[in-house]
């Protein structure tokens, strides 16, 4: 790699580590930007998801005030997502590169749209603000798992979507869940493509470090945001990544 590269490199784990604490979607960045450097897609997928675990760790650590109280709640929620992790993993090292390709654009957009949909969608399946959260959450949060093992793009927005639905809480707490649950996720993931994936560890070494920086700075940035920006930012951000990824 070049200078440039690695240069290149080192910004989109930045920018992917920041857009993952502050509500999920930076794999929509360092994604293309190793497609673009020329590793093929499955590769570039298990390889960024082990690349950008450090920025899910920094994004949990910075949201530990907002996770006070939520231990429960988390360690609960986290045990359905391993399973639906480890099933997406498995999934994703047995699928052809073909059908990965060709899924991507569609399980962003998916992503995406749920997000939008989500208040429309907590009044229609979230039950009763105050009450117990309906217990569909642990489907969700299984399937969540399963999507971002599977393909990390767009898990912290399906999450979030998800989450949204069955917690009424803070939208600023709730994303302080989807950060642990995604940390979660990335961490089955790291565990089954270091032992069985095509992983470039060159790439790693370079990205990690960058990614456990951005997700210091995402979640400071979060904090500023409104819950309806912050939706709106990312619901945009997820729609316009899987137009680019449908027309390349």
Do not use: K
Not at 10 to 25: D, F, K, W, Y
Not at 32 to 47: H, M
Not at 208 to 230: C, E, I, K, M
Request: with cysteine.
């Amino acid at each position: 790699m070049t200078p440039a590269d690695l240069a290149f490199m080192a910004g989109a784990g930045l920018l992917a580590g920041a857009v993952n604490a502050l509500a999920g979607g930076g794999t929509l960045i360092s994604f293309p930007a190793l497609v673009a450097l020329g590793y093929p897609g499955v590769t570039a997928s298990v390889t960024n998801a082990v690349a950008l675990w450090p920025g899910y760790l920094g994004g949990v650590l910075g949201y530990r005030a907002e996770l006070r109280g939520q231990r429960a709640r988390t360690a609960a929620l986290s045990a359905a997502t391993v399973l639906g992790a480890a099933a997406g993993a498995a999934i994703l090292l047995l699928t052809p590169g073909q059908v990965f390709d060709s899924l991507v654009p569609w399980l962003v957009a998916f992503a995406s749209v749920a997000l939008l949909a989500q208040p429309w969608l907590r009044r229609r399946f979230g039950g009763a603000a105050g009450g117990p959260p309906s217990r569909l959450v642990y489907a969700g949060v299984f399937l969540g798992g399963c999507y971002g093992a599977y393909f990390n793009g767009g898990m912290g927005v399906l999450l979030l979507a998800v989450l949204g639905m069955f917690l009424h809480d803070d939208l600023h707490r709730v994303n302080a869940v989807r950060a642990a649950l995604s940390l979660v996720i990335s961490t089955v993931s790291v565990v089954a493509f270091s032992l069985f994936g095509p992983v470039q560890w060159e790439a790693v070494a370079v990205m990690a470090p960058a990614s456990l920086a951005g997700g210091f700075l995402g979640t400071r940035l979060a904090r500023l945001l409104s819950p309806d920006v912050l939706r709106g930012v990312v619901v945009a951000f997820g729609l316009g990544v899987a137009a680019v990824l449908a027309l390349r």
